[in-house]
């Protein structure tokens, strides 16, 4: 088993988180909704797997690039 680091493609905040630590995702899923200039942008799941841990929570400001989530495949 692998660990995946899911970063977040855009400087925003997290709008809503749509899975729980532990949860199974598929490839594209999608893992939290991000809000930025009063558009939501979803963030996928790179591959399948489940959700190891966030790092992050609702509400919180983020960065481009910065780890969010870990994925275990």
């Given at each position: 088993?692998?660990d ?5 493609e855009?400087?925003g905040?997290?709008?809503k988180?749509e ?6 995702v ?26 190891k ?9 983020v ?11």
């Open positions: 088993m692998a995946i680091k899911v970063e977040s855009i400087t905040t997290v709008w988180i899975t729980g630590v532990g949860d199974e598929a490839e594209d899923d999608v893992i939290m909704i991000l809000e930025s200039m009063k558009m939501e942008i979803p963030v996928l799941a790179p591959e399948s797997g489940r959700i841990s966030f790092h992050i929570d609702e509400g919180a400001n960065s481009e690039g910065q780890h969010i989530v870990t994925l275990e495949t």
